[in-house]
């Protein structure tokens, strides 16, 4: 998904990013993993690195990200709380970058978290 961001002040002061086409231009690329019943684990590869990009991007695409209160839907988290989600599920899988330009790169791997991984088998089980 191509669609550019810009940041925004509320009026409460609170800062939100949202799809606006004056917004700097923004990259997210979706790959379905696995299909669930209720919802479906993507992996998102972000070309661009802004502000709350993969949120926004998710949130836009109509498929927000489980247990975001700032850019989901509410009426979703319920569902996900109710089978044990406690947070945002949003994971970086891995990371690559380079310390410097013609730099090797580096590449760091982090398996995903017990308590997501437990919410993957309850939504598993009732699919």
């Known amino acids: 998904m191509a669609a550019p ?64 209160e700032k850019y989901g839907s509410p009426e979703f988290n319920r569902r996900m709380r109710a089978d044990g989600l406690t947070r945002l599920f949003l994971h970086a899988h891995s990371l690559r970058f380079r310390l410097e330009p013609g730099g090797p790169p580096i590449r760091v791997e982090a398996p995903l978290e017990d308590e997501l991984q437990a919410l993957l088998e309850r939504i598993k089980r009732n699919s």
């Open 5 to 68: 961001l810009r940041k925004n002040q509320l009026a409460s002061g609170e800062r939100v990013v949202r799809v606006d086409p004056t917004g700097k231009p923004s990259v997210s690329l979706f790959r379905p993993l696995v299909h669930y019943r209720q919802a479906t684990l993507v992996e998102i590869r972000l070309l661009t690195g802004r502000t709350h990009q993969a949120r926004v991007h998710a949130a836009h695409a109509g498929h927000p990200i489980a247990g975001d």
